[in-house]
C-alpha cells in the first residue's frame, strides 16, 4: 500500500515523540476541551463516564491505535473492562508497557490499515480516539471502520473519534517544542463515516434528552485549536458477530 505524505508523517511523529505524547496524555494535559457542542460534556472524562453506562463493565475492551501511554486502555481496565490496547507506533507501545505493567502483556502493535489480530465479535465496546485522521480515507472506510464493526459483539459500542470536514488540514501543534511542528490530518465527513458504519451494522447513539445523557454527534476544539466530532454507535443486535 502507498501512503499518502500526511501518513507518512504521522508515523514519524509518533516516532519521535512517544515520550512527550505520553506525558501531555497521562497529565491530561490536553483533555480539556472549548467550544463544546453540549453543556455536559467538556472532557474526557465525560466521554469516559457515558462510555461506563453504554457498554458497563464487566466485557471485554478494545482500545484501537491506544497511543503512547494507553492511558484510556489503562483507564478502562482499573474500572473493571478486559482491556486490550494496540497502535501501529512500535515505541507507542513500549512506553506504554513501561508506564503500565500490570497491562503490558494485553497491548501490542497492530497496523489499523490492515485486518485486526481478534475474532469476530470478541469486544463488548471500542474505542478509536482522533486516530482514523491519520490513515488514508479510502482505508479508514474500507478497512479500519469494517474491522471495527467486524470484532464488536451485537450490541456492543464503538466510541469514535475523528477531524470532521473535506480534504487535508495542516497546523502547527505547540505542544512540541519551541516554535511547534506542523501536522497534517486527514478530514472526514460525518456522513460518509456514519455510512460506513451503518453498513456493517453499527448506529448513532441519540441523545437521551429526558436526562441531559450525551449521544448523537458531539463537536469541540482541542488546544491545537482544530475541531473534533465524537460519537458512540451500537452495533444491531440482530447483526452477525
Known amino acids: 500500500m502507498t501512503l499518502p505524505p500526511e501518513s507518512h508523517q504521522s508515523l514519524d511523529f509518533y516516532r ?6 505520553a506525558e501531555l496524555s497521562q497529565g491530561f494535559l490536553e483533555s480539556g476541551y ?8 467538556r472532557s474526557d472524562m465525560d466521554l469516559q463516564r457515558r462510555l461506563t453506562e453504554l457498554a458497563p463493565p464487566p466485557t471485554r475492551g478494545l482500545d484501537a491505535g491506544c497511543g ?7 483507564l478502562l481496565d482499573g474500572l473493571g473492562y478486559d482491556m486490550r490496547g494496540v497502535d501501529a507506533v512500535e515505541e507507542n507501545i513500549r512506553v506504554a508497557q513501561s508506564l503500565h505493567p500490570d497491562i503490558a502483556g494485553r497491548l501490542a502493535v497492530a497496523d489499523l490499515r490492515e485486518p485486526l489480530p481478534f475474532p469476530d465479535g470478541y469486544f ?3 474505542l478509536c480516539n482522533a486516530v482514523i485522521q491519520h490513515l488514508p480515507r ?3 472506510l474500507e478497512v479500519t471502520l469494517p474491522e471495527l464493526a467486524r470484532v464488536l459483539q451485537p450490541g456492543g459500542i464503538l466510541q469514535l473519534m475523528f477531524k470532521p470536514g473535506q480534504g487535508i488540514a495542516t497546523m502547527v501543534d505547540p505542544a512540541y517544542g519551541e516554535g511547534g511542528i506542523a501536522r497534517s490530518f486527514q478530514l472526514y465527513g460525518e456522513d460518509e463515516v456514519l455510512a460506513a458504519l451503518e453498513s456493517h451494522g453499527c448506529r448513532l447513539v ?8 450525551l449521544g448523537g454527534l458531539l463537536y469541540f476544539y482541542d ?5 473534533h466530532c465524537v460519537f458512540w454507535a451500537r452495533k444491531d443486535v440482530g447483526a452477525a458477530a
Do not use: L
Open 68 to 74: 503512547a501511554g494507553a492511558r484510556d486502555t489503562w
Open 206 to 213: 441519540a441523545p437521551v434528552s429526558s436526562s441531559g445523557k
Open 138 to 140: 479510502e482505508t479508514a
Open 16 to 21: 519521535a515523540n512517544a515520550a512527550r505524547y
Open 223 to 227: 488546544n491545537k485549536p482544530m475541531r
Open 124 to 126: 463488548g465496546v471500542a
Open 34 to 41: 472549548t467550544g463544546c457542542s453540549h453543556p455536559a460534556f
